[in-house]
């Protein structure tokens, strides 16, 4: 996730830049993300996890992603379960 982070990081002004942090608001009213800047992180991440662990994964359009994106830790936690459910996936 952090790497993530970096990557966005790099293409934001210094006032949107994310901090790697559990705490950091992804959305909400304490947010430094435009939606933009969201829309890059979700593509990052999606990015990582298929080159990483060789899961394509799509964090967007699903029913079960209720107050996922309020902080990073909430995202973490959030991408966590959705890898553990997936049957037959082993995660390196």
């Known amino acids: ?3 993530a982070i970096d990557d966005v990081n790099q ?3 210094v006032e949107h830049k994310l901090a790697k942090s559990t705490d950091e608001s992804i959305l909400g009213n304490t ?3 435009d939606s933009m800047g969201l829309v890059n992180l979700i ?3 999606e ?3 298929a080159a990483e662990l060789g899961v394509t994964l799509s964090l967007v359009g699903r029913d079960d992603r ?3 994106f309020k902080t ?3 995202l973490v936690d959030y991408i966590s379960q959705v890898l553990a459910a997936r049957p037959g996936q082993f995660i390196r």
């Open 1 to 3: 996730m952090f790497g």
């Open 11 to 13: 293409l934001l002004p």
């Open 31 to 33: 947010a430094v993300l």
């Open 43 to 45: 593509a990052a991440i």
């Open 47 to 49: 990015d990582r996890i």
């Open 66 to 68: 209720r107050g996922t």
């Open 72 to 74: 990073v830790g909430t």
